[in-house]
């Protein structure tokens, strides 16, 4: 093991011993295979850093382009131990626990999920709500304790707001997948701030999510927590159970 001037762990790349700092790069070239495509495709990688690069794959892609995978020697590292990220703090909880807790309420929770502005990815916000939910993990819907509204795609902050009055909403759920031009920054903090000028902010739980959404991201923009890809719907369930509770004094 690797450390650092601190004595952090400091890890490379794992090709085929530990620490070779072997690694992968695939990239789409305009140019059909051949022994001029590959040797492109080995400056290519070259030009990335990478050591003695092989070319292991070579496939055309489009009647112009060519596919490559080039493996090679990476002398980079990292110091695992000087991160620090801001993870979510959430209980994991069974469904039969999430329901049994959600019981000491008296009431459901009430959802309201969306994905907003000019975003019309749903495939990420159907994962999390719908019944179907999310590989083998079922949605809020499937949730007795849990009353899950989702408005789809393209919902204007100022309807997902109305939408959130008039059904007395504990969580607003907010999906946004495009990211063009920091777009997903803008909208969600625009939401936050409508939300501080209605005078609800300290009554709803804001939760934001996508792929390029992490925890850290949402707290900056004013969200309670952020959820990033691969989420799973019981991991949302769980985390708005427990807030719902902490909340209203009954955890
Ligand atoms: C399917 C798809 C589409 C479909 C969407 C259909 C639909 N009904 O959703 C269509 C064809 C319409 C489409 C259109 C476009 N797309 Co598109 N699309 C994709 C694609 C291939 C898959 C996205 C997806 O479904 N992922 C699967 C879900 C399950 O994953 P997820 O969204 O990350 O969600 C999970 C987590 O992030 C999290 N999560 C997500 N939201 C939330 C919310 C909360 C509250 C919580 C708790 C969790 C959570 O939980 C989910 C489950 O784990 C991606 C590329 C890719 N492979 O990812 C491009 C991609 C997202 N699209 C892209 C682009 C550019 C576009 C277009 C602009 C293309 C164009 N020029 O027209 C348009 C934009 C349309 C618009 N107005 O939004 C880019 C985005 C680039 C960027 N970063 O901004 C991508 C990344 C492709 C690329 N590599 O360039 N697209």
Redesign the pocket.
């Known amino acids: 093991m690797l450390r650092s001037k601190t004595g952090g762990r400091v890890l490379r790349a794992y090709g085929d011993r530990e620490g070779d700092g072997m690694v992968q790069l695939s990239f789409t070239l305009a140019i059909l295979p051949g022994d001029r495509a590959r040797e492109a495709a080995k400056r290519f990688a070259e030009a990335h850093g990478l050591l003695n690069p092989l070319v292991v794959t070579m496939e055309q892609a489009s009647p112009e382009h060519s596919y490559f995978v080039a493996y090679g020697h990476s002398q980079h590292s990292v110091d695992v131990d000087a991160i620090h990220v801001e993870e979510l703090s959430a209980k994991e909880l069974s469904r039969e626990d999430i329901e049994a807790s959600a019981k000491k309420l008296g009431r459901k929770i009430v959802v309201v999920?969306a994905c907003t502005g000019?975003?019309?990815?749903?495939?990420?916000?159907d994962?999390?709500i719908n019944y179907k939910g999310?590989r083998g993990d079922k949605g809020l819907e499937s949730y007795k304790s849990f009353d899950a509204h989702n408005l789809g795609?393209q919902v204007e902050n100022e309807e997902l707001v109305e939408r959130v009055l008039a059904l007395g909403a504990d969580a607003v759920?907010?999906?946004q997948?495009?990211?063009?031009r920091d777009c997903h920054k803008e909208n969600g903090r625009a939401l936050v701030e409508m939300v501080e000028k209605r005078g609800f902010r300290e009554r709803v739980l804001l939760?934001?999510?996508?792929?390029?959404i992490d925890n850290k991201l949402a707290r900056e923009l004013g969200f309670d927590a952020g959820?990033?890809?691969?989420?799973?719907p019981s991991k949302?369930a769980a985390y708005v159970v427990s807030e719902v509770l902490r909340k209203e004094g009954l955890e």
């Open positions: 999920g000019s975003d019309a990815h749903t495939v990420g916000i994962a999390i999310y795609a759920l907010v999906s997948i495009i990211t063009q939760l934001f999510g996508g792929p390029r959820f990033g890809p691969g989420t799973l949302v």
